[in-house]
């Protein structure tokens, strides 16, 4: 899915816009135990409440695509026969309406899931959206429609504990010291199937997690029973590695300078050109930075190599999440000196008496613990 498919999906899940007309879900307490079975209807609840569970599961569209919100791929051999996906199949088909397809997914969950603080209410909701179709200058015809897209979210929140409070309790008139259990928003979720070419695939599921760096393996696992995709922080970390291995010692200051700033380039023209599609890079695309950088051919030819086997053959890499484009950072023993990233050019490193330098021009005025000095010479 691209980033305008998933905004057409999000702007769904406004109480005057969806579809929904249950909410179903359970509340799971400490000792994996359903305390509570839910099977509400969405129209005979307070306007309030209705919001706030909509706003729960419009939650598992939200983040950025390839971080927060990752592509789950079914193998044919999956769709054709699997249990995984003949439970989500189950789930789809039924439009959440068979108890007993809820609860067999409610338990698989419950068997793998591994959640900080135990508690939590796992919701689900079908949404069924006569896609609209879309003229030749992009705009939608809202009395025209080809396709009809069966989908539902499923969203994992958990409960906090608040402090120990006195409250007002009418019928005894009385008041009691409790604590209150809160909803926090959802720590991971999915969409099945996707809306991809804004039509249902059912080779993928879109999962969210709101850690990036904690994607819930054992959820991906359990649930989809496919390999579970390598997290942002993972991405960052290889892609680091990978480098530092294959230039060995051709990684010096000014090339990693140059592949954060085209990277960071490559981010900002994609951000101001509005193009709805993830931006990604091969690592052939990768490795013809490092030969702008200066990095001779036989090293990146190495760096290509490595990244296939740590990446895959062919594998789309994120330059978000690659680096952190809003830093620039340099780190010794002693000290730390960071600029923003398009004052990087400025970092010069140089060698003055054998001793190695980290240089910054200091051109305009200097602070010192926020007071302004002078430099000793002036």
């Keep these: 899915m691209n980033l305008k498919e998933v ?70 051999q999956q769709v054709m026969d699997s249990e995984e996906h003949r439970l989500l199949t189950g789930l789809r088909s039924s439009e959440l309406k068979d108890k007993t397809v809820r609860q067999a997914f409610y338990q698989k969950v419950i068997e793998h899931l591994e959640m900080e603080g135990d508690s939590y209410l796992l919701l689900l909701a079908h949404d069924t959206y006569d896609v609209p179709r879309r003229g030749r200058d992009g705009e939608e015809q809202e009395d ?7 989908y539902f979210l499923c969203c994992v929140c958990p409960l906090k504990l608040g402090k120990p409070e006195l409250n007002y309790y009418p019928g005894d008139n009385e008041f009691h010291c409790a604590v209150s259990q809160t909803v926090a928003p959802p720590e991971l979720g999915f969409l099945f199937p996707t809306f991809d070419d804004r039509a249902a695939n059912i080779y993928n599921a879109l999962f969210y997690s709101r850690k990036p760096e904690e994607l819930h393996q054992e959820f991906i696992d359990a649930v989809f029973h496919t390999a579970p995709p390598m997290s942002a922080v993972e991405q960052r970390e290889t892609f680091q590695s990978v480098l530092a291995e294959a230039l060995e010692e051709d990684f010096n200051v000014e090339v990693a300078q140059g592949v954060h700033e085209q990277l960071t380039d490559r981010i900002v023209q994609h951000k101001e050109s ?16 490092l030969q702008d950088c200066g990095v001779v051919q036989e090293r990146v030819e190495e760096f290509q190599k490595r990244c296939e086997e740590q990446f895959g053959p062919g594998a789309a890499l994120s330059p978000a999440n690659l680096i952190d484009a809003g830093r620039f950072e340099l780190k010794t023993a002693q000290a730390t000196v960071s600029v923003t990233p398009e004052n990087s050019y400025l970092v010069e490193t140089r060698i003055i008496d054998g001793k190695k330098y980290i240089l910054v021009p200091a051109e305009e005025a200097v602070e010192v613990n926020g007071l302004a000095v002078r430099f000793a010479a002036e």
């Design 144 to 150: 025209a429609s080809e396709e009809v897209f069966s």
């Design 7 to 76: 905004s057409e999906l999000r702007r769904r899940w406004r109480p005057e816009k969806n579809a929904v007309s249950h909410i179903y879900g359970c509340f799971v307490n400490a000792n994996r135990e359903i305390v509570a079975d839910l099977d509400e209807s969405l129209g005979r609840m307070p306007q309030e409440e209705a919001e706030r569970y909509l706003g729960l599961l419009k939650k598992v569209l939200s983040g950025t695509l390839g971080k927060n919100l990752i592509d789950i791929v079914f193998s044919t």
């Design 274 to 289: 509005r193009d709805p599609e993830p931006l990604a890079l091969s690592a052939r695309e990768v490795g013809i930075i």
